[in-house]
């Protein structure tokens, strides 16, 4: 996984058919995924339980890009090993899931896996500020996390102080939630590279009929050229 900053749409499969995982993540890779966005919650940390390490293990296979987990979880230490034996090349914790993010990114690390960390809307860019040479992505939550389909919460301002805190680190600024063809403008310019989008990209499609999952993955990268 080679570090750049050019726009990569990430579509979080949160928004595709549960029973159908391997023939979504087939399908939205062939019309122009360049990572796939899991979201992975635990009805504690999040109002919401979505499915754990098991569930990735077996769409794994199907990724041929990047499998980019999200954890909405707390604790998260002693889940990283699944996440990493089920082959993760992201995996993201929460900084508000506990008082040792540092530990949980250094273990992270050390299992040879790229590192992240979220923050929710109400946490400041600062929260992150001794943490940047522990991470490889730090995401932006632009909606409170949870579900899909919420509205877009503007955290552009938080977008730029982060990307001039990062400086030439090279760690990409992911956003998560509510990303759509008239909200990743905002926040492409304020400095994000992975843009994560669930029912903007999967609306109006499906694994048989994929061709609308190209159409708004282009809809979505064109709007930000
Ligand atoms: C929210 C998740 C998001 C979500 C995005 O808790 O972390 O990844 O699936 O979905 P949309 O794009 O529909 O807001
Ligand atoms: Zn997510």
Redesign the pocket.
């Known amino acids: 996984m080679a570090f750049d900053r050019s726009l990569k749409i990430a579509p979080?499969i949160?928004?595709a058919d549960f029973a159908a995982f391997g023939a979504e993540i087939d399908a939205v890779e062939a019309e122009g995924a360049d990572w796939i966005?899991v979201?992975v919650m635990d009805g504690h940390f999040?109002p919401n339980i979505s499915f754990g390490a098991t569930t990735c293990a077996a769409i794994r296979p199907h990724i041929k890009t990047v499998m980019d987990v999200?954890l909405?979880i707390a604790p998260v230490d002693p889940y990283i090993d699944g996440f990493v034996e089920a082959g993760a090349d992201v995996i993201t914790a929460h900084v508000e899931a506990g008082p040792h993010i540092h530990r949980t990114l250094q273990a992270i690390r050390r299992a040879g896996v790229k590192a992240g960390v979220a923050l929710n809307p109400g946490t400041p860019a600062s929260a992150v500020e001794e943490l940047l040479d522990a991470v490889d992505l730090v995401c932006v939550m632009t909606?409170n996390?949870?579900?899909?389909?919420?509205s877009f919460i503007d955290m552009t301002s938080k977008i730029r102080t982060l990307r001039a805190m990062i400086g030439d680190r090279p760690i990409h600024i992911e956003v998560?939630?509510?990303?759509t063809a008239k909200t990743a403008p905002l926040v492409a310019a304020a400095g994000a590279d992975v843009l994560?989008?669930?029912?903007?990209v999967f609306k109006g499609g499906s694994a048989t009929q994929p061709a609308p999952y190209g159409e708004n993955i282009r809809a979505i990268r064109s709007a930000c050229a």
């Open positions: 979080s949160l928004a966005h979201d999040v999200h909405m909606v996390p949870g579900f899909g389909g919420q998560d939630g509510g990303v994560v989008a669930g029912s903007a």
